[in-house]
């Protein structure tokens, strides 16, 4: 024991020394205290109690010895601050050894301020963050920059990787954007040969010699590449004498849609009725005008056989190739048609002056509504008027109303083109009135009262198929009878009393049966034809 040092007797104790519990005497001399770490654990309130008293007390004995004391922690309390990102400790004034946390910012008393935790934070997210956008927007540039580049070349020859594999697209094959650019010179205004609703149509040759009609889309939108890939898909499906032939387009991933036609030379009906074809002296006759009706009923009457619907019938669409035989084309709002079902519900869709009224009413799509749009067709071949035309009276802008007020009122004479020798040439005023009794059935509002298209077929053929010569004679004994009548009635006697019914009779004509039925008064309920639908 060291000369001058107390002697420290306590009860018997634990000691902890690298975690080993052993037993302590009793009496605690200063070089076993330099050799041994003691720890106490006491209440905070203890040892504040220890310190404020001045009696002679353990704490007055324990200063006196090499002891160092320290304040520890509990166990929640240093818990929370190493949640907070602090680090345990004290004061490290020997006077107060107060608990406090060791933070970022300097100490604090319980726990590091989350304020400036989440400050801290979000600064280094925001530096962070904002590196990242710059990043990501200069590889967002540099990628559409290449990929625009790729596309821009991959355009010009959309389809080179497949052409050269031979592909074949909806059943035809596939035309690369630069084979097109060349057939139609860049799309050369001076080979325009008409524009639609949804593109141009250019005149094009192939390097196989082939003459092509070019369709040009204006633009290439979701609504364009639907129309697009139906009327390429329809055409593909079909084969008929009097429907366009499609030879082929460009893949739906090409910078332009096009779809590939073979040419049809002498333009469309439209053009011959009342466009450029009949102002430059070209004239269609009665016999080609009954011909161009029977083929597209024949063309129509096929479609409605196989399921589909034209939905844009017009004399636009209906095209004349070299010996004036009929090719329908624009297949772009053609529909398949279910066949268990009676109607399709669709947003109408169609040309003014053709559409069905019913379907543009009720929205509900039939092949009836290509029966009506036929029956204009027919009216312009009849009249050789436009199916439109501001020109005329509001309630006649339409040439489907103005074609029924004059059947309507036995002014048939108005209706009819003069040209075809309507008053001078009895076949053609028989056929005329006949085809115009037709037109007049398609035309009906409800489309229950329409004929079907090959009901239409029919009828078309029986009007070319009489025997006019004996119905001109049938009709001239008709009027001879009418004759005799009249001068019966002329030589009359006649009495004071009947000279206002003598008069009347002198004025109007005894007709015993009209050979024109359009002679009398034609009304919806009239119509000779069945619907089967």
């Not at 076993?32 to 770490?37: G, Q, W, Y």
């Not at 102002?279 to 029977?294: D, E, Q």
């Not at 020109?391 to 009122?409: G, M, P, V, W």
Request: aromatic share 8%; proline share 4%.
């Amino acid at each position: 024991m060291a000369a001058g040092l107390p002697q420290l007797v306590l009860p018997s104790l634990i000691l902890i020394n690298n975690g080993i519990s052993i037993k302590v005497p009793q009496i605690i001399t200063p070089s076993l205290l330099t050799a041994l770490r003691i720890v106490l654990m006491v209440d905070k309130r203890v040892v504040d109690e220890l310190r404020s008293t001045n009696n002679a007390s353990i704490w007055s004995i324990l200063t006196k010895w090499p002891i160092r004391t320290a304040y520890v922690a509990n166990f929640t309390a240093c818990s929370k601050c190493e949640e907070s990102g602090g680090r345990c400790g004290s004061s490290g004034d020997p006077s107060s050894n107060q608990f406090v946390c060791h933070c970022r910012d300097g100490p604090q008393s319980h726990v590091c301020s989350i304020k400036k935790k989440m400050a801290g934070l979000l600064l280094g997210l925001g530096i962070g963050g904002g590196a990242l956008l710059v990043l990501v927007a200069f590889i967002v540039i540099w990628f559409c920059k290449n990929v625009k580049l790729v596309i821009q070349r991959a355009s010009l020859d959309c389809s080179a990787s497949e052409l050269e594999k031979g592909s074949i697209y909806f059943g035809v094959p596939l035309f690369s954007y630069s084979q097109l650019i060349e057939a139609t010179a860049n799309f050369d205004h001076s080979r325009e040969l008409g524009t639609g609703g949804f593109g141009i149509v250019y005149y094009g040759k192939l390097k196989d010699g082939r003459e092509v009609a070019v369709k040009r889309l204006y633009e290439k939108s979701c609504k364009r590449v639907e129309q697009f890939m139906n009327e390429a898909e329809i055409l593909t499906r079909l084969r008929h004498q009097n429907l366009v032939s499609l030879y082929g387009c460009t893949s739906q991933h090409c910078r332009e849609l096009l779809l590939v036609f073979e040419y049809v030379k002498n333009g469309t009906v439209a053009d011959h009725l009342y466009g450029k074809m009949m102002k430059s002296g070209l004239y269609l006759p009665w016999n080609v005008r009954l011909t161009i009706a029977m083929e597209t009923a024949t063309a129509l009457s096929y479609l409605h056989a196989s399921d589909i619907i034209h939905r844009d019938v017009k004399t636009n669409n209906i095209l004349l190739d070299g010996n004036f035989s009929v090719k329908v084309a624009d297949f772009g709002l053609s529909r398949l048609f279910p066949t268990d079902v009676t109607h399709v519900s669709t947003a109408p869709q169609g040309t003014p002056g053709y559409l069905d009224p019913q379907y543009h009413q009720c929205y509900k799509l039939t092949d009836k509504s290509d029966v009506y749009s036929f029956g204009v067709v027919l009216i312009e071949l009849i009249s050789s008027l436009p199916a439109i035309d501001m020109d005329r009276h509001d309630h006649e802008i339409n040439l489907s109303n103005y074609a029924i007020n004059r059947i309507q009122r036995c002014a048939f004479d108005e209706l009819v083109d003069p040209q075809l020798g309507f008053a001078l040439n009895f076949k053609v005023r028989r056929m005329t009135t006949l085809v115009g009794e037709l037109a007049f059935q398609c035309l009906q509002h409800e489309k229950e009262l329409r004929p079907t298209m090959n009901e239409v077929l029919e009828g078309l053929k029986g009007i070319e198929g009489a025997d006019y010569e004996a119905l001109k004679t049938e009709e001239m004994a008709k009027n001879a009878d009418i004759k005799l009548v009249e001068t019966r009635t002329s030589i009359l006697p006649s009495s004071p009393t009947d000279d206002g019914n003598a008069h009347l009779l002198n004025n109007h004509r005894v007709y015993l049966s009209s050979p024109i039925s359009v002679i009398d008064k034609w009304v919806s309920k009239s119509t000779t034809y069945s619907s089967s639908k």
